[in-house]
């Protein structure tokens, strides 16, 4: 949840925004989520998945050192952020020899390298359940999810609005 105060001058009032389970999320490319106060639309442009090694993932593996996952919704070539491994250049993904998570440039594929525990699929779902990994990533669809308005009210009219103190706003 995230608080929202609007004000002019003495007169202010604040809202708490209940996102609930939605999290809102950003990419280093500037790619971000947003919230409607208005309208109470939640925009989704950044996708989350939480890697633990579960019965319901799969891999392929190239090179014995190379796990690929497909993410459907993902867009391809997007920029990701993980956060257990950096992210790599497709250069540096076939350079071998360096850990990280990369995307695949034509397809929405999550590509892990990392030599200490990458050499089986099996092996790597053994040291995920221990190490979980999340990436998040840019949607090849945005989505939204519709909210309650959340729009302080003010007499006299907002002139200045402020968000909790983690959210810078735009």
Known sequence: DMTITGADGTASDTVTVALGSNVCASLPDGTHDSYDAVTG????????????????????IENGTRLIRTIEEMKPACSVYCDRFMTL???QTWAGG??????????ANIEFV????????????????ANPVTVYYALATPTTVQLTPHL????????TLSIGADVVPT
Do not use: H, M
Request: aromatic share 10%; charged share 20%; with cysteine.
């Open 98 to 107: 360096i850990d990280g998570v990369s995307v695949n440039t034509q397809y």
């Open 152 to 159: 302080p009210v003010v007499r006299t009219g907002i002139k």
């Open 89 to 91: 250049t497709s250069d």
């Open 41 to 60: 639309v939640l925009t989704k442009l950044v996708g989350k998945v939480v890697f633990d090694g579960s019965a319901d993932e799969w891999w392929s």
């Open 114 to 129: 990392n030599s200490e525990c990458a050499t089986t699929a099996d092996a790597f779902d053994t040291w995920l359940a």
